[in-house]
């Protein structure tokens, strides 16, 4: 206990022996002065509550603090879970929803395709259709044409190779043999989903 705290508990003390001789007086009583002892044995019992009110007072204190700092691991941990998870969400919706139109787009170009081949891909109208139809097959070969020929692509960090045209591809580009790509121990993207 410091040294301030002593000199208060010891006011205290005084100031009470003070009353209490002040009262004997005013009253006409008799008193009895205390002894040394006694007064030593009052400063004790009086230094001993004061130490268990300060000593209350500071595992109050300390509890508060432990309850703040636990709210604020709490908050912590629950914003970095609610942004992983969003993240992650967003990625898989993302991720799905471009594989869904990709898929589309790739299947819309083939019935394009089917269709400009038996129509006979003449003059008229019908060539007028298989312009177009052209123009989208050719904004498709990139997924198909290199990859038959057992070419993928690998980026400079990553761990995946990918078909042409992955949108993973934008940032680094290097053709590789598909065998060359698996013995490097590289994996199949799970956007373009080229042969495991």
Partial sequence: MSRRMRQRILGF?????????????????????????EVQAAYDEAFAAGEAAGRRAAETEAAK??????????????????????DEGYDAGY????QLGKEKTLEKA?????????SGGGGGASGAVSKP???ASES??????????????ITDTGSKYH????RYLSKSCHPIS?????ASGYTACKVCKPAA
Avoid: N
Wanted: hydrophobic residues 30%; negative net charge.
């Fill in 13 to 37: 003390v005084w100031a009470g022996l003070a009353a209490v001789v002040l009262a004997g007086s005013l009253t006409g009583c008799s008193y009895q002065i205390l002894s040394e002892e």
């Fill in 65 to 86: 603090e432990l309850r703040a700092q636990s709210r604020e691991r709490y908050d912590l941990g629950h914003d970095a879970g609610y942004d992983q998870g969003y």
């Fill in 95 to 98: 991720d799905e929803g471009y």
């Fill in 110 to 118: 083939a019935a394009e395709e089917a269709e400009s081949r038996t």
């Fill in 133 to 135: 139809q052209s123009s």
């Fill in 140 to 153: 498709t070969p990139d997924w198909g044409s290199d990859y038959q020929s057992g070419t993928v692509y």
């Fill in 163 to 166: 078909r042409s045209g992955c």
């Fill in 178 to 182: 598909l065998s060359a790509a698996k």
